[in-house]
């Protein structure tokens, strides 16, 4: 008869003489054995709170767990009050899924004792193999049905019965979405799938159940949190907690990639869930393209630039709001006027601060005004111009048209927002 997985666990930590522990690839607790002997504070702490904690967790990655392939001795961390340890991964065909954790106050453990140790990993990475191919087809499901209610489908309705009726989410509740996007920094591609997984599921550790949904991809992940009222104060504070979770994942991830959170507007149904996701993707786009705005930028505050996104999302169907600018943002010459121009924009017609922002001479400012007043035929003596000149740069912005040398967070050229629905450069909705 097959062990189970504790009997496995029970019977490695009877033949190394020692508790045993075994943790996820998130050093997330999964199973431990009996403890018949004293545990130090890192131990007992690890089995209260089911999770290592974010203390600990720092200090080991500078230990590469990520890319172990044998056993591991650690030595004792006495400010963490932390005895010497030995890890042991977990893996199958070749994938990490966790990790065997046992106490080695001594240093006793013989090479017998790992051999042991590695042959139990084996055995405990085909179960977690298995339990983890049965939560994903689990997973898949729930995520057909999510992706059904992020979506303009007649059938979101019924996605978001089945949602209700799992207990998913309450029906007496509305619903608030929320997109966390990767940006990277110095490449044209990001991955975070791993901490975008373990920021969620800490995030999940602090919230009860249907009070949230998520979808994680590659480089986004899309989270759906329940509000009592138009007016629910804890959206904010999950939100704040989603971010921090979130970002913490990520400081520990090594990719390179900052983050970008867009926050839809309320919805009084879960069914009208895609009109609130489509505003968190279009906020998300603006916290990345547009300077100002911060990196968490909530639909409902956005104020004038809900109409720059707006008008950004129709792709090629945005209406020329400054005919004489056109031309100009086809021009890579004309790139120091353009950036000189929305400086000057920006700070509402302020020549001593735009010169000052642009370290450039007051006449040579006012020489590339006067320029680009010709090249553009316009006139920035005129309040109705300087309105459509403006709308047509942070249009241009968000399409990709207009890319500042200046900007903190680029986006890559082949990702610009295009097409009637297309409002992200990642797809609406993807599953894990």
Not at 184 to 206: C, H, K, N, Y
Request: overall charge negative.
């Amino acid at each position: 008869m097959e062990l189970s997985m504790q009997q496995i666990l029970e019977s490695l930590a009877q033949r190394v003489g020692r508790p045993a522990v075994l943790e996820d690839r998130f050093m997330r607790l999964i199973a431990f054995s009996s403890h018949d002997r004293p545990i130090d504070d890192v131990r007992e702490d690890s089995i209260l709170r089911r999770h290592a904690s974010s203390e600990v967790r720092g200090w080991l990655k500078r230990f590469a767990l990520p890319n172990l392939r044998r056993p591991l001795r650690l030595p004792a961390n006495p400010e963490l009050h932390m005895l010497p340890r030995v890890c042991v991964p977990v893996l199958y065909r070749g994938k990490l899924l966790g990790h065997l954790w046992f106490v080695d106050a001594d240093g006793s453990m013989s090479d017998a004792d790992l051999d042991a140790c590695m042959q139990g990993a084996a055995d405990l990475g085909e179960w977690l193999h298995r339990e983890s191919v049965a939560s994903l087809f689990s997973s898949a499901r729930l995520a057909d049905t999510m992706h059904m209610l992020l979506s303009s489908s007649p059938m979101s309705a019924q996605a978001a019965r089945s949602l209700i009726d799992a207990g998913y989410m309450p029906a007496r509740d509305g619903v608030v979405a929320v997109v966390l996007q990767g940006v990277p920094r110095r490449t044209s591609a990001v991955d975070i799938e791993d901490a975008l997984a373990q920021g969620v599921a800490d995030f999940r550790r602090v919230v009860r159940r249907g009070q949230a949904l998520d979808l994680i991809n590659r480089d986004h992940a899309v989270l759906l949190l329940s509000s009592a009222g138009d007016h629910d104060i804890y959206v904010d504070e999950r939100v704040e907690a989603l971010v921090e979770l979130t970002r913490s994942a990520l400081a520990g991830d090594g990719g390179g990639a900052a983050l970008v959170v867009g926050v839809g507007s309320r919805r009084d149904a879960l069914e009208d869930a895609y009109s609130s996701f489509r505003e968190a993707r279009m906020s998300a786009d603006a916290a990345r393209l547009l300077p100002g705005l911060g990196d968490v930028v909530h639909w409902s505050r956005l104020g004038i630039h809900q109409i720059v996104v707006k008008l950004a999302s129709l792709g090629e169907e945005v209406p020329t709001v400054h005919p004489g600018l056109g031309n100009l943002l086809d021009d890579p010459d004309a790139l120091p006027l353009l950036e000189t121009l929305e400086t000057y924009l920006d700070v509402a017609g302020n020549a001593q601060l735009t010169a000052e922002r642009l370290n450039l001479h007051r006449t040579s400012l006012y020489y590339r005004l006067q320029r680009l007043e010709q090249l553009a035929h316009t006139n920035l003596k005129s309040g109705a111009e300087r309105l459509a000149l403006h709308l047509s740069l942070k249009v241009a912005r968000m399409t990709g048209q207009y890319a500042p040398r200046q900007a903190g967070l680029e986006l890559p050229a082949s990702a610009s927002a295009t097409g009637t629905d297309n409002v992200t450069p990642f797809p609406a909705v993807a599953s894990r």
